[in-house]
């Protein structure tokens, strides 16, 4: 199974910041790299897909990068409801597996 | 609009069996692969089964393979997962969640339905 590891696992931030999380998979998974944001007691949200393609209706602000084994999402200026926790899941092979997600705090 | 709504959460004692469902609705269902994710009070998300359009075929964390089964029936729009032998770390709340391939990503996700194994 590829492993998922996310840096860091959480992250205090201010509106209006610009943030990265981290992504790296146990081998390559060419560009087979989602994200996600999921805020308390609701479903995950899909956001990147590809690597870098933004899901319809998510905010520029929102962006991905990376290929291979090394990936990133960055927000460009924080926003109040942006405040969640973030997983990055790898779909080059089953099982699907994530990352352990990255929380991310009003500072 | 498209949803996908879970059902069959509850409290079982451990060594039980459960079967939760997930309804379909808003889309062409029997186009899509469907998952089921967990994820356990406090905890990160975890993959837990797949099953093909049609299907005909299937996979499992190792965690739950040999106690859950995962079907779906077309007709129905719905998906089940059976899930036996539940031990306490099977506690969790359960999503469904979509893939169409050829794209590789769970787009739709239901709401959750919540997984309780305790005597």
């Known amino acids: 199974d590829i492993q998922m590891t996310q840096s860091p696992s959480s992250l205090s931030a201010s509106v209006g910041d610009r943030v990265t999380i981290t992504c790296r998979a146990s081998q390559s998974i060419s560009n087979y790299l989602n994200w996600y944001q999921q805020k308390p007691g609701k479903a995950p949200k899909l956001l990147i897909y590809a690597a870098s393609s933004l899901q319809s209706g998510v905010p520029s602000r929102f962006s991905g990068s990376g290929s291979g084994t090394d990936f990133t999402l960055t927000i460009s200026s924080l926003q109040p409801e942006d405040f969640a926790t973030y997983y990055c899941?790898?779909?080059?092979?089953?099982?699907?597996?994530f990352g352990q997600g990255t929380k991310l705090e009003i500072k | 609009e498209v949803q996908l709504v879970e059902s069959g959460g509850g409290l079982v004692q451990p060594g039980g069996s459960l079967r939760l469902s997930c309804a379909a609705s808003g889309f062409t269902f029997s186009s899509y692969w469907i998952h089921w994710v967990r994820q356990a009070p406090g905890k990160g998300l975890v993959w837990v089964s797949r099953i093909n359009s049609d299907g005909s075929a299937t996979n499992y964390a190792d965690s739950v393979k040999g106690r859950f089964t995962i079907s779906r029936d077309n007709a129905k729009n719905t998906l089940y997962l059976q899930m036996n032998s539940l031990r306490a770390e099977d506690t969790a709340v359960y999503y469904c969640?979509?893939?169409?391939?050829?794209?590789?990503?769970?787009?739709?996700w239901g709401q959750g339905t919540l997984v309780t194994v305790s005597s």
């Open positions: 969640a979509s893939e169409r391939p050829p794209q590789r990503y769970f787009d739709y």
């Open positions: 899941q790898q779909s080059y092979s089953t099982p699907r597996t």
